[in-house]
């Protein structure tokens, strides 16, 4: 078990671009949740995939992202015509299961920085 | 899901025990409550969970209060790598709730040499 890994670790972009991250959560995790997190705050909900179906999204996911979670296994989170007011702590977690007992894991998240 | 008051920061001596402060003054029958960390530069990470029993692991004790408005997650022998800043998080289970973790700014846990 080698935990949630995020790539890339770190992400500079020049506003207007598109910018793809890579989440592979813990090896049959079925649940997969993505945060948000800017400096000085606690991470905010995204969005949230079980198996390949996305189950809710929050208001913060824009039009202009969009995440999908193909065959259930690793997601990928898209922003397209990035703005600088996107530079954040993007964070991925997994679950096993819903309810008690089955606790989110973090990744390390991928830092986005938009010039 | 309620929603958690936390001071800002704390300082607490290597070795001595951290008791960190939560206020949970709504929350309802049916919210458990939950303590993540996060170490600088690091995802969050799952601490302990309790409804209104007081709860132990071997990383920390949760203490809730008969009323449940309040609880306090107690690192027994804090080092210095417990300095992260612990978020108290009040989560539902049961038909329609949310699978989200909902972050406040947590309480910013320097432990000082």
């Known amino acids: 078990d080698t935990g949630v890994s995020q790539d890339p670790r770190h992400k500079i972009t020049k506003r207007g671009q598109n910018v793809t991250f890579r989440c592979d959560p813990i090896?049959?995790?079925?649940?997969l949740y993505w945060y948000r997190q800017t400096l000085g705050q606690g991470p905010e909900f995204l969005t949230y995939?079980?198996?390949?179906?996305?189950?809710?999204k929050s208001r913060l996911l824009s039009d202009r992202f969009s995440a999908e979670r193909p065959k259930g296994s690793f997601s990928t989170l898209e922003i397209q015509r990035t703005e600088q007011g996107d530079s954040a702590m993007y964070l991925c977690a997994s679950s096993a299961g819903q309810g008690m007992g089955y606790e989110q894991y973090f990744g390390p998240g991928t830092r986005l920085t938009v010039t | 899901d309620a929603k958690t008051t936390q001071p800002p920061s704390m300082d607490c001596a290597e070795g001595r025990a951290a008791n960190l402060p939560c206020n949970h003054s709504?929350?309802?029958?049916?919210?458990?409550v939950y303590w993540y960390r996060q170490i600088h530069s690091q995802g969050p990470q799952y601490i302990i969970h309790?409804?209104?029993n007081n709860e132990t692991n071997e990383m920390a004790s949760l203490i809730i209060t008969e009323d449940r408005k309040s609880s306090t997650l107690i690192l027994p022998h804090a080092t210095l790598r417990d300095t992260a800043v612990y978020y108290c998080i009040v989560r539902s289970y049961g038909g329609g709730a949310t699978n989200k973790l909902i972050f406040g700014t947590g309480t910013l846990l320097a432990v000082q040499p």
């Open positions: 709504t929350i309802s029958g049916n919210e458990y």
């Open positions: 995939f079980q198996n390949e179906a996305q189950l809710e």
């Open positions: 309790g409804l209104k």
């Open positions: 090896s049959e995790h079925n649940r």
